[in-house]
């Protein structure tokens, strides 16, 4: 646990970072830092001294309202200057030199114009009034421009809330609409491969006949495979979101509880140098403590009063409280010190200033943390969403590519294979008929796929009557064949294996090795046939959701499918264990 000393470095190391940060943000001179350098100036940096009645210190506000309207005119190009620099450092030097030259320069300047045009003699006491200036220009001026640079940041990352949450919505038409198409375009691609199944069956069915139909299996699984890969950003939404935006919050709403230690630092920093001239120590020492005290019985009061209350009544409440702060200060100013007049009031006025600035600055801050904080939040689950909607909206063509590729084009292989040597009997073609029309039927309604290729030994049954097929598996690849995954990943294996066996040869027999490696991570599955290979263009789509596991080669006069099956948890889980199915590719979304 940190003991106290280091708590206490750390939190003015963290003060001393943000004001460094706020001096060298490239945006200290801001409306806001001239609004509250006027106020100063007119309220508490006017020169009174020797002053007597109302109208005199009246006077003496106007000399110092057009002594501050000259020095924001000579500070216009240090301003424009300050944006224009591109190094923080560069541009923290600019402004605390700036503020050390208005610092010295402001009351030389007060008392000038308060000589020339109302008859004022000099006040002198240059020392005190230039560490007034300094200390005001210096805890104040940052304060404010740090306060409106975390609303600029609350309101910049409110904006890129909207602007991303628009992109979402958008994308959400886009995937609904392209759903939608995808269900029209699979409707019509079952619609055309089910009438040429029927144009098959109606005429003369031979090998070449049911080759020709596979073929026209295959292109279509292929156009929808193509549609898969295509892009969401040209489907076009029917219609654009409006993002709405939320109302604007009360003066009163923005109101936080100020930190009072803060707000007696600031006070007390501006005034200081006043009070030494009016009391010396013992009257800096008393005033603190009194101002110590009624800014925690504020605080108090703000605490237990503000509780359970809505954000205006509370803003309401905060500065009641130090407008009551203000008014203690008064009432012992004029029981503690000779001052008189406007000089009195001054507390009135700067204490609940400084307490809105403080307060104000507490709520940008938060205001800013709680932005980026729902931003971060909504946009992951927003993208969570929108990432499960394109999946779902991908799903039917994974699904129908896989039934196409799969169940279709191998009833095709089977059905091929039986009618070379003889015209198919009635029921191989009732036969063929219902297991291509169960598929269709799942394409189109989303049935769960069976597989043929979970049971091994049922896989070899149903090709043994179309090859003839010679397995070899060794005794630690029967025992890993008997968990579910692994032998799923193996029957696809198989399955396309005994596909490209019929694809690639025009012999009937076929060979299946199943062994497992020196270290029993993995299986190793072969698939040969003799036969010779055609073409080197792009794998089916059989061989390509294997991955980089799998290899098709002509190793003499044999064509061998060859695939790795990881056995180890981390590794299977990285294989498609589920009959070709490959996990449905989700789109990246760019967010402003």
């Known amino acids: 646990m940190s003991t106290p000393p280091a708590r206490v470095r750390s939190r003015l190391t963290a003060v001393a970072g943000h004001w460094w940060e706020a001096v060298s943000s490239g945006r200290f001179f801001t409306r806001w830092t001239l609004l509250a350098s006027g106020v100063a100036a007119v309220l508490i940096l006017s020169p009174y001294g020797g002053l007597d009645g109302v109208t005199e210190h009246l006077a003496a506000m106007a000399a110092s309202l057009l002594a501050w309207l000259v020095i924001v005119v000579l500070v216009l190009p240090v301003a424009v200057a300050e944006r224009r620099l591109d190094s923080a450092l560069a541009r923290g030097v600019l402004v605390i030199g700036t503020l050390i030259a208005v610092s010295i320069a402001r009351p030389f300047l007060n008392d000038l114009t308060a000589s020339t045009l109302f008859g004022h003699e000099g006040t002198g006491e240059w020392l005190q009034r230039i560490a007034t200036n300094a200390l005001s220009w210096f805890a104040v001026l940052p304060l404010v421009a740090a306060s409106a640079a975390w609303y600029a940041d609350a309101k910049e990352s409110a904006n890129r809330l909207a602007a991303a949450l628009a992109v979402f919505d958008d994308l959400r038409g886009r995937v609904i609409r392209y759903g939608q198409q995808n269900a029209a375009l699979l409707t019509d691609a079952v619609a055309d491969v089910r009438r040429r199944r029927d144009a098959l069956l109606a005429g003369t069915i031979d090998f070449d006949a049911v080759r020709a139909f596979a073929d026209e299996v295959r292109a279509a699984s292929h156009r929808l495979d193509d549609r898969l890969r295509s892009r969401l950003d040209g489907v076009v939404d029917g219609g654009a979101a409006e993002t709405a935006r939320g109302p604007a919050v009360p003066f009163l709403a923005r109101l936080a509880r100020p930190n009072p230690l803060l707000v007696v630092v600031l006070y007390y920093l501006a005034s200081t140098p006043y009070t030494f001239v009016l009391g010396g120590i013992p009257l800096i020492l008393v005033a603190l403590a009194l101002l110590l005290l009624l800014a925690y019985a504020a605080d108090l009061v703000i605490r237990v009063a503000g509780r359970g209350h809505g954000p205006v009544l509370r803003g309401a409440i905060v500065l009641a409280s130090w407008v009551g702060v203000g008014v203690g200060i008064v009432l012992i100013g004029f029981l503690l010190t000779s001052a008189d007049g406007i000089v009195l009031a001054i507390p009135l006025v700067t204490v609940p200033a400084l307490a809105v600035v ?235």
Do not use: Y
Not at 392 to 404: F, G, H, N, S, Y
Not at 459 to 470: E, F, H, P, Q
Not at 484 to 504: I, R, Y
Not at 522 to 545: C, I, K, N
């Open 358 to 592: 403080v307060g104000l600055t507490a709520d940008a801050v938060e205001r800013s943390r709680e932005q980026s904080r729902t931003l971060t939040e909504l946009l992951a689950h927003t993208d969570a969403l929108a990432t499960a909607q394109t999946a779902q909206a991908r799903e039917p063509l994974w699904r129908a590519v896989d039934l196409l590729h799969d169940r279709v084009q191998s009833r095709c292989v089977i059905f091929a294979a039986r009618v070379d040597d003889r015209p198919p009997t009635a029921e191989e073609i009732r036969r063929f008929r219902i297991d291509t029309e169960s598929a269709f039927a799942e394409i189109l309604v989303g049935a769960p796929e069976r597989s043929d290729t979970t049971d091994l030994d049922g896989l070899l049954a149903i090709w043994s009557g179309i090859l003839d097929v010679r397995a070899d598996i060794d005794a630690a690849a029967v025992v890993a064949l008997q968990d579910a995954e692994v032998a799923a990943a193996v029957g696809a294996v198989v399955s396309e294996g005994f596909v490209n066996a019929v694809k690639h040869s025009a012999a009937r027999a076929a060979r299946l090795s199943v062994s497992t490696s020196a270290d029993e991570s993995e299986l190793r599955v072969a698939v040969s046939s003799s036969g010779t290979l055609r073409g080197t263009g792009t794998p089916g789509l059989g061989l390509a959701s294997f991955g980089e596991r799998a290899h098709l080669r002509q190793v003499g006069d044999q064509v061998v499918l060859e695939v790795i099956v990881p056995l180890s948890h981390h590794e299977a889980t990285t294989f498609d264990t589920s009959h070709r199915r490959r996990r449905p590719p989700t789109m990246a979304v760019r967010v402003p």
